[in-house]
């Protein structure tokens, strides 16, 4: 294989990406586990909703549904979602610093884009999550294709660029409720050049994603009884952030398992948990403050400096002497891995915006969602580096633009010629 040809660097990387998902599956055997986490559950049911039942989840919205209940189609049982969800996983996981190289090739050298990639390969959390029906891989390759459309937006001026853009950004509020804010953000900034080219053939790709926004939304108003994204948000709140603050200011210990405010709130249906919750967040803003900042600070703490838990949770199903070491060692990585590209995301993240905050670019954009993602991830706690470490190769990302603007470590570092 000649690696200096068009294709040579794509084929390498594809190879030591799932080479580290192997190795990683060979230390600390996560393939052996038979771990399901409540979540992965719930996405399984919601394929099952949709497929079997013709209905909407009120936790999980359709397209990370239709995407996960495709074996439902041809008759697969409900055990088959959860490897199907692997091996989805398996193709984002590569397909995502594909797309991320074509990125950096486009800001660095080619052979720098090719180390900055490989280098953001081994984030061992990432990896970790392969092995589970979760969303984080697919919503990595979403929102890298999404960066990747705006990079080529920004470069050509040409239009269906930033249409596409904006389709995979809307889109991936129906995989990770999370999303709308940032979604939302960017579809109200460029909507002037949105509606500049209402007669675009490409503007369909933006009402298609809207449609299906509508459908989710009208979906759990017949079925649950709001027009809402998804219920996820209000139980998330109320039963970590606001349940913390509320130990905290009772003295006791918050914990996660035996925690009767979630058995409180799950003992109504969907409507009344939202009105739950968003009248808990009112009297807590005003009569608990300190201690609901309190626990917001010590859960942001928590997902900052946390290992993976995917990692932390394996066994030794295999009973190899090695193993207890391996899994000492790539966990404590991740802990530190987690510490220092958060730092270093949140550092790089306010240097592009205030530096670019008149004039965006991608590299703004992407330092949006970044400080977005880690404000928000302080709403819930243990989760380990979860919420953070999908964000580690955009840090890269980040960092490496940063010191070719600094001109530090040049010729490596060096600008494309124009």
Known sequence: MNFSSKYGFHFLIVLIAWSSILLLDFFIQSSSQGIIYPDSFSYMESARNFFVF????NYRPILMAIINGI????????????????????????????????????????????WLTIFSIFFFGNIALVFHLLTENIFMFGFIVGYYFLMLYYKSANFKF?????????????IK?????????????????????????????????????????????????????SYIDSVTYYNYLGSKAKCIEYGKEYEQINNPRAEYIFSFECKDQAKIASEDFIFQIKNNTENLLKAYIQDFIENSKTGNTCIEDCK???QRSSFGISKAVIFGITKWQNR???????LASLYFILMNIKKPNLFFWISIYLVMNYAVSGISCGQGDRFHVITFPLVVLLLAKI??????FTPFFEPLQK
């Open 54 to 57: 013709h209905r909407g989840h």
């Open 340 to 346: 220092l590209f958060t730092l270093l995301g949140i």
């Open 71 to 114: 074996p439902y189609l041809f008759g697969a049982k409900d055990q088959f979602i959860y490897q199907f969800g692997v091996l989805t996983n398996f193709i984002c996981f590569a397909s995502f610093f594909i797309v991320f190289f074509e990125i950096a090739k486009n800001y660095f050298k080619r052979k720098t884009a090719f």
């Open 177 to 229: 409720p999370g999303a709308k804010i940032y979604a939302i953000l960017l579809f109200i900034y460029f909507f002037k050049i949105i509606w500049k080219n209402i007669k675009s053939k490409y503007n369909w790709a933006i009402y298609g994603a809207l449609f299906l926004i509508f459908v989710q939304c009208a979906g759990l108003k017949y079925q649950f009884g709001n027009f809402t994204l």
């Open 403 to 408: 010191i070719q603007e600094r001109k530090w």
């Open 316 to 318: 030794n199903v295999l």
């Open 162 to 174: 930033l249409a596409f853009s904006i389709t995979v950004f809307l889109l991936l509020m129906l």
